[in-house]
């Protein structure tokens, strides 16, 4: 979710569990906007589960 040339601007704010950005990246990335105040709690566990090695 968070890997890859296409999403550069985002990180990821491990305390929290939030994906975190600059105020002009999300405004440029209107589709992410549903992503900017929701935290993941189970990231970790999906991306031991999901990810690709």
Do not use: T
């Not at 950005?21 to 970790?44: I, L, M």
Request: glycine content about 6%; hydrophobic content about 35%; overall charge negative.
């Amino acid at each position: 979710m968070l890997s890859g040339k296409e999403n550069s601007c985002f990180g990821w704010d491990e305390h929290r569990q939030f994906v975190v950005a600059e105020d002009v990246v999300w405004n440029s990335h209107k589709e992410a906007s549903q992503f900017r105040h929701r935290n993941f709690p189970y990231y970790g566990q999906l991306i031991a589960i999901y990810a690709k090695d």
